[in-house]
C-alpha cells in the first residue's frame, strides 16, 4: 500500500506513538489534540513524555512534513482515509472503562468524515465499543475497526515498529483488510478478525499478563515460606517454551495505566454477560495483598514497627525506564508506610516534585541519611551501580529490602549491610 491520509485523535503515549511511527512508515499523518498547549510545543518537536526514540521520530516527521499536530478534530478529518481514536479510557464507576473520552470524538467528528473513511480504536475500549461507535456515527458509510496497540511503556517506539502481531478486526471484512495493510511494511503475523474478537485479544492478553505476574508473586511468597530460591524457580518454569521466560519477575504488584486498569474492566464486562471471572479477581486480590506483604516486609525489617522508622525509598514510577506515577506500586506502598507512621525520603532519576506523604530528593544517596531501611520499589539499572560502602555510612540502621530482586547481594553484604529481596534466602 502506498502512502494513506491518517488523522490520529488523542496524543497521550500511545497516540504520540502512533502518529510518529505511521509517519516514519511513510503516511501523511495529522495528530490532534484538544490541549493547545500541547500541540504547540509537539508542533515545535518538544515531547514530554519519557519515551526513548520517540522524540527523534517527531522531529523526523517534522522534518519531512509528514507529521503535524493541530487543535480540533473536526476540521482535521475532512479529507482523511482513516482515523485513529488514541484518547483515554480510564477506569470509570464499579471499574468499567469510562468512554466519554471516545464518545466526544465521535460527536464531534461523525459528521465532517469523509465517506470510506476508517474510523478505528487504538486505545483499549471494552469488548462492543466498534458496534457503538457504529451506532453512534449512524453512517453506513464510514467503517469501524478494532485495531488495538500493544505498546509497552518505555519501549513504545521499539514495539510498534517491531511489534509481535497485528490485530485488526471489523465486521467490514475489507476494510479491517485495508488496516492491516497501514502496517504492510512491518514484519509482523496480522490476525484479521471480526470486531468483537479484536477488542477481546487486548483484554484477554493484557490481563493474561498480569494473572502471570500475581501467580509469580505469589509462587514467591511459597519460596520464602518453604526456603526455596524464585530465581531458581523462575529459571526452571521458564525453560518450559509453553510457559516462557519473560514476565516472571516477582515485584511489589502490576501497576501503570494498564493492567490495573484492564483487569478491573474485563472483570465488569465478565459481570455484564452473567459470568464471574473469580480467576482474574483472585489475581487482583493477589496484587493487593502483595503490597501489603511488601509493607509487612519493611516493618520486620526495621525491627517490627514502623512509627517513627526512617524509610530510604529508591524508586518511584510503576517500572523502570519511565516516570509514569500511575497506579505505581511504589506509591502506594510508600503511601501505607507514611500511614504507618514512618518517614519516607524518595528518589526516582525520572521523578521529581512533590508527593503527599514523602520527601523527595534528587539524589539517590539522600534517602540513605539517617535511615533505618533502605527500599528498592522501582528496577531503575542505576541502583546497582550505588556505593553501598558509602550507603552504609549514611544509614542509622542496616536494612536493604529488595522488592525488585534487583541489586547484587554480595555488594550489599560486604558493605556490612543487610539484604532481603523477594522469595530469596535472607542475605546477612
Ligand atoms: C502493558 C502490556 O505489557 C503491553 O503489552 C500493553 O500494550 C500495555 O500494558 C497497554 O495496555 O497499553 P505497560 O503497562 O507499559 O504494558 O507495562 P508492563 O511492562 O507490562 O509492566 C506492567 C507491570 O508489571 C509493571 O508494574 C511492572 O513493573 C510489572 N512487572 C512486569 C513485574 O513486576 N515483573 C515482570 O516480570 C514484568
Same mark, same amino acid.
Given at each position: 500500500?502506498?502512502? $494513506?491520509?491518517?488523522v ?14 505511521? *509517519? ?18 509537539? *508542533? ?12 527523534? +521520530? ?26 485513529? #481514536? ?10 468499567a472503562?469510562?468512554?466519554? *473520552? %471516545? ?22 475500549? /471494552? ?8 451506532? =453512534?456515527?449512524?453512517?453506513t ?12 511503556e ?25 488496516? *492491516? ?30 494473572? !502471570? #505476574? ?12 518453604l ?21 516472571? !519477575? /516477582? ?14 474492566? +474485563? ?46 525509598? =529508591? ?9 509514569? =506515577?500511575?497506579?505505581s /506500586?511504589?506509591?502506594s ?10 518517614? %519516607?525520603?524518595?528518589?526516582?532519576? $525520572? ?10 530528593v ?14 528498592? #520499589? ?7 551501580? #550505588?556505593?553501598?560502602?558509602? %550507603? ?6 542496616? $536494612? ?16 556490612? =549491610?543487610?539484604?532481603?529481596g +523477594? ?6
Amino acid at each position: 500500500m502506498g502512502s $494513506a491520509r491518517i488523522v490520529v485523535i488523542g496524543t497521550g503515549y500511545v497516540g504520540l506513538t502512533t502518529g510518529a511511527c505511521l *509517519a516514519s512508515l511513510g503516511h501523511r499523518v495529522t495528530c490532534v489534540d484538544v490541549d493547545s498547549l500541547k500541540v504547540a510545543r509537539l *508542533a515545535a518537536g518538544q515531547v514530554d513524555i519519557l519515551e526513548p526514540g520517540l522524540e527523534e +521520530l517527531v522531529s523526523r516527521g517534522l522534518a519531512t512534513g509528514r507529521l503535524d499536530f493541530v487543535v480540533g478534530s473536526r476540521q482535521a478529518v475532512v479529507d482523511a482515509e482513516a482515523v485513529f #481514536l488514541c484518547v483515554p479510557t480510564p477506569m470509570g464507576a464499579g471499574g468499567a472503562a469510562d468512554l466519554r *473520552a %471516545v464518545e466526544a470524538v465521535i460527536d464531534e467528528v461523525a459528521g465532517a468524515l469523509p465517506p470510506g473513511c476508517a474510523v478505528i480504536t487504538k486505545s483499549t475500549v /471494552p469488548v462492543g465499543t466498534a458496534q457503538r461507535i457504529r451506532g =453512534l456515527l449512524g453512517r453506513t458509510d464510514v467503517p469501524v475497526v478494532a485495531n488495538p496497540e500493544f505498546l509497552r511503556e518505555g519501549t513504545a517506539v521499539g514495539d510498534f515498529l517491531n511489534p509481535d502481531r497485528i490485530v485488526v478486526g471489523s465486521d467490514d471484512q475489507p476494510a479491517a483488510h485495508w488496516v *492491516a495493510g497501514l502496517y504492510a511494511d512491518l514484519a509482523a503475523p496480522s490476525v484479521v478478525t471480526d470486531a468483537a474478537s479484536a477488542e477481546l485479544v487486548k483484554y484477554a492478553a493484557n490481563c493474561f499478563l498480569a494473572m !502471570k #505476574l500475581s501467580y509469580v508473586n505469589a509462587v514467591a511468597e511459597l519460596c520464602e515460606r518453604l526456603g526455596a530460591d524464585i530465581e531458581s524457580v523462575t529459571e526452571g518454569m521458564g525453560y518450559d517454551r509453553r510457559i516462557g521466560r519473560s514476565f516472571l !519477575k /516477582p515485584g511489589p504488584g502490576w501497576g501503570g495505566s494498564c493492567l490495573p486498569k484492564d483487569t478491573h474492566a +474485563l472483570v465488569q464486562v465478565a459481570e455484564s454477560v452473567g459470568f464471574d471471572f473469580s480467576l482474574l479477581s483472585a489475581a487482583i486480590q493477589e496484587n493487593i495483598a502483595q503490597r501489603d506483604r511488601i509493607v509487612a516486609k519493611i516493618a520486620g525489617a526495621v525491627g517490627g514497627s514502623l512509627a517513627g522508622a526512617r524509610v530510604g525509598v =529508591l524508586g518511584l514510577a510503576f517500572k523502570a525506564g519511565t516516570n509514569d =506515577l500511575r497506579d505505581s /506500586p511504589a506509591l502506594s506502598v510508600t503511601a501505607m508506610l507514611a500511614a504507618h507512621g514512618a518517614e %519516607v525520603t524518595a528518589y526516582d532519576p $525520572a521523578v521529581g516534585g512533590e508527593q503527599p506523604g514523602m520527601r523527595i530528593v534528587d539524589d539517590p544517596y539522600q534517602t540513605a541519611k539517617g535511615a533505618d531501611a533502605i527500599v528498592v #520499589l522501582t528496577e531503575w539499572d542505576e541502583f546497582r551501580r #550505588l556505593d553501598w560502602t558509602y %550507603v552504609a555510612e549514611l544509614m542509622h540502621g542496616d $536494612a536493604v529490602v529488595d522488592t525488585r530482586n534487583l541489586l547484587d547481594p554480595q555488594s550489599v553484604l560486604s558493605a556490612g =549491610l543487610s539484604w532481603l529481596g +523477594l522469595g530469596r534466602p535472607r542475605a546477612r
